[in-house]
């Protein structure tokens, strides 16, 4: 009797275990991220401390972060465990969260969070402009100001002004997490990877899919990086883009030493007579200005495009030939051809510039 009743408790205890190690982690990724989990083989990491880890790959080239945090969420007269791992970019993006097998999110009223509050978890975390930074715990719900975010923090009512940016039930979860997400560790990241900064890792956060890590890469070109070819291609492509924001953004941040390569200059030009937006035009054209010199390759090709031109991309030619001390005759010759244009405006400007010579 007594080895059948052992058996059954084997029995049941294994069938326990099977359960737990047969359900799936908890595990949700941003948009744009490539969703892994730590747990990969062939990759090297870099520790920071004892809780926050660099991916890189087998080549050294930094890919991701991601830290582990055992802490507690703290409402309702007493703090619930929260163990939870969470992801970065190189540049500082929210990539997404795991938790360990087993573990789970809950609620105030102890209710596990279902998928889709999950899913406007992960929502509101990917989310960097969200007015928590400027919200106080006391403040989640309507409690006195002397709350804190401790044992003595109380429940009650959400507040109007979070209500909406919160998973229902789960105020301090979400503020707790997003802090997390926001807090010291994305400034370590983001100053790190930016004293670290070189052109591979440049690379690797310029292609990616998401417009914020192009954006941070865009905004810390410096002219200590090495010049080479494929990031000299993509800043092309992106100010070629069809996103205006991100085509400005590639425009204003050419580097320097990019000025004094003339094949650059050129198909920047060409790349400025394509383009349709006035800003990344104008942007360009400060570039442009900024060169030590201009080829004659570019100069042949903007003298050329001078009769089809609009009246505003003349204004700039000519002040680029002032710029640049343009005094050849074939190009003087281009510019007096224009004193027959229809347009008023154009002629006065090149009235003024033969004026100057």
Not at 113 to 122: A, P, V
Not at 289 to 294: E, S, T
Request: include cysteine.
């Amino acid at each position: 009797m007594f080895s059948v009743s052992k058996y059954v408790l084997l029995l049941c205890f294994l069938a326990l275990v099977s359960c737990y190690l047969l359900k799936p982690k908890i595990k949700y990724y941003a948009k744009n991220s490539d969703g892994w989990s730590v747990q990969l083989n062939n990759k090297h990491f870099t520790s920071f401390g004892d809780s926050l880890f660099l991916r890189e790959t087998s080549d050294g080239i930094p890919e991701s972060f991601y830290q582990h945090f055992s802490t507690g969420v703290c409402f309702d007269n007493q703090c619930r465990p929260l163990d939870i791992i969470l992801y970065w970019s190189i540049s500082g993006r929210y990539l997404g969260f795991e938790m360990p097998r087993g573990e789970f999110l809950s609620k105030t009223d102890h209710d596990p969070f279902s998928r889709k509050e999950y899913l406007q978890l992960n929502q509101i975390l990917s989310d960097a402009n969200l007015p928590f930074k400027d919200i106080k715990y006391h403040e989640l719900m309507n409690q006195p100001e002397s709350s804190t975010e401790s044992v003595d923090a109380i429940s009650g009512a959400t507040s109007e002004r979070i209500k909406d940016i919160v998973v229902k039930n789960a105020a301090y979860t979400t503020f707790k997490l997003w802090k997390l997400v926001y807090g010291e560790s994305q400034k370590f990241i983001e100053q790190y990877i930016e004293k670290h900064l070189n052109t591979s890792n440049l690379m690797t956060i310029l292609n990616s899919q998401d417009r914020y890590d192009i954006f941070w890469g865009l905004t810390h070109m410096k002219d200590t990086l090495s010049f080479s070819i494929p990031l000299k291609n993509r800043l092309l492509s992106l100010i070629q883009s069809d996103d205006y924001y991100l085509s400005y953004n590639a425009a204003h941040a050419i580097p320097n030493i990019y000025l004094s390569d003339s094949d650059f200059l050129e198909s920047l030009f060409s790349t400025y007579l394509n383009s349709s937006d006035a800003s990344t035009k104008n942007a360009m054209f400060r570039k442009l200005r900024a060169a030590p010199r201009l080829s004659e390759n570019l100069i042949v090709k903007s003298r050329e495009c001078l009769p089809t031109m609009a009246p505003q991309e003349i204004s700039s030619i000519l002040k680029l030939y002032e710029k640049h001390h343009v005094k050849d005759s074939i190009s003087l010759e281009a510019v007096s051809s224009l004193i027959k244009h229809p347009n008023p405006y154009v002629v006065n400007l090149v009235k003024s510039f033969l004026m100057k010579l």
